[in-house]
T-cell receptor
Framework: GENVEQHPSTLSVQEGDSAVIKCTYS??????FPWYKQELGKGPQLIID?????GEKKDQRIAVTLNKTAKHFSLHITETQPEDSAVYFC?????????????FGQGTILTVHP | DAGVIQSPRHEVTEMGQEVTLRCKPI?????LFWYRQTMMRGLELLIY????????DSGMPEDRFSAKMPNASFSTLKIQPSEPRDSAVYFC?????????FGPGTRLTVL
């Protein structure tokens, strides 16, 4: 089945700096890669996603890049703000017999210091 | 749209008791997922349904766990009997297209 590895597990930045979180996946048939933000006491919320036919997608201060050949994708947050502090999860939607199922990375705790 | 609704939000019970968690997916969504989240194991998929039919229950930890989806607007996850190691946050999620939406979760504590 699919395996998703996420790094780093914790990331601490100063307000205004950029933050980058990286994920690798194993199933070359995976075709959908969402990123979720989870704040304390809440469920994960989708912040951006990318499909396998696109190399990059941007939404204001966040962007995601996908390298299908290397099977890795990354989340980029620019001009970070304290409210960006949360746990971020990457995920990959598998193809084949696991169609429909998301496999999640282990999460990255992002702390933005004012 | 109200989003995915879960109840109760918090549940404290004693070891050996039966626990039932409830989920109402977003209207029109044909996939429903149950996850468990702990610090040690992260976010684990327990089971998922498509059009009310269980598709993959390989993540259900043991026979004490069962899930049902009697109709498109309701699902339950039952633990009987509960054990302290079942303490976790349980999330329900639903989707129609690729985008998956999570509920607020149920925090379960088994004493």
């Amino acid at each position: 089945g699919e395996n998703v590895e996420q790094h780093p597990s914790t990331l601490s930045v100063q307000e205004g700096d950029s933050a980058v979180i990286k994920c690798t996946y194993s199933d070359s048939a995976s075709n959908y890669f969402p990123w979720y933000k989870q704040e304390l006491g809440k469920g994960p919320q989708l912040i951006i996603d990318i499909r396998s036919n696109v190399g990059e997608k941007k939404d204001q201060r966040i962007a995601v890049t996908l390298n299908k050949t290397a099977k890795h994708f990354s989340l980029h947050i620019t001009e970070t703000q304290p409210e960006d502090s949360a746990v971020y999860f990457c995920a990959a939607k598998s193809g084949g017999t696991s169609y429909g199922k998301l496999t999640f990375g282990q999460g990255t705790i992002l702390t933005v210091h004012p | 749209d109200a989003g995915v609704i879960q109840s109760p939000r918090h549940e404290v019970t004693e070891m050996g008791q039966e626990v039932t968690l409830r989920c109402k997916p977003i209207s029109g969504h044909d996939y429903l997922f149950w996850y468990r989240q702990t610090m040690m194991r992260g976010l684990e998929l327990l089971i998922y349904f498509n059009n009310n039919v269980p598709i993959d229950d390989s993540g259900m930890p043991e026979d004490r766990f069962s899930a049902k989806m009697p109709n498109a607007s309701f699902s339950t996850l039952k633990i009987q009997p509960s054990e302290p190691r079942d303490s976790a946050v349980y999330f329900c999620a639903s989707r129609r297209t690729d985008t998956q939406y999570f509920g607020p979760g149920t925090r379960l504590t088994v004493l």
